[in-house]
């Protein structure tokens, strides 16, 4: 296993308990919406509690890695708020197929809350490399404190194949998805939040013939998205 140092340079505080830690690249390359481990040697005693996996939420051109994430009394996640610039974290096991496929076809992205990470980095990605944003966003979220809001209304006014739709409040069914996309179903979805919920509301769109992409984001629920 090759392991990276990535150095921190700054906290950048998001919607309500989300916050973006922000760290130099190392000579990092990677493909947006690709993910990797990072290690903190000393959050917690045991290796579990010492590494975390996340996607890298920022686009390739700008040149950082940002880890965005909801804050919460996990060891790991304590020992990374509390991060000063200067310090350092271990990253390795760069992958994930969590990409943009590039077929000329719009697409369909649907994010549960901080599921939202890999949609921010290939959305930036594109807009920075002047490709079209040809998508039909539906971000859910359990309240009106969402991350990266004003970044993807002003990708919204930039782009108008860009079609945004804020969806708070509501539980994240197949029958929602499948209503709000008004004949556009038969598109690709990609579809990213919790584990519990990309496991059930996947398999009721495969069911239902939609061709799926998935990315699942372990430790949050229905609750804590």
């Known amino acids: 296993m090759n392991t990276i140092t990535l150095k921190f340079i ?8 989300v916050k973006t830690f922000v760290f130099e690249t190392g000579g990092l390359k990677w493909i947006a919406g690709q993910y990797q481990a990072y290690i903190l ?42 991060m000063k610039p200067g310090d350092t974290i271990q990253a390795h096991s760069l ?19 901080i599921g939202s990470t ?35 209304t002003s990708l919204a006014t930039k782009h108008p194949e860009f ?21 556009r179903a038969h598109q690709t979805v990609y579809l990213s939040g919790p584990e519990p919920m990309v496991e059930s509301v996947g398999a009721e769109l495969k069911a239902k013939g939609v061709n799926l992409k998935q990315d699942w984001f372990p430790g949050y629920t229905d609750q804590n998205f």
């Open 95 to 113: 992958g994930g197929d969590f990409t943009w496929e590039e077929s000329g076809d719009a697409v369909v992205f649907v994010a549960g809350g």
């Open 10 to 17: 700054k906290t950048k505080p998001e919607a309500g308990n």
């Open 41 to 82: 040697p000393h959050a917690g005693p045991t290796q579990a509690e010492n590494e975390h996996w996340f996607t890298i939420a920022a686009a390739p051109s700008e040149k950082e890695i940002h880890i965005s994430t909801r804050i919460s009394e996990s060891p790991f996640k304590k020992a990374l708020n509390a």
């Open 163 to 183: 079609t945004l739709i804020p969806i708070v409040g509501e539980k994240i069914t197949a029958d929602l998805i499948l209503g709000r996309l008004d004949g």
């Open 118 to 152: 890999p949609f921010r980095s290939i959305l930036i990605d594109r807009d920075r490399t002047m490709k079209p944003l040809n998508v039909t966003f539906l971000y859910f979220n359990r309240n009106d404190e969402i991350p990266f809001l004003d970044e993807f």
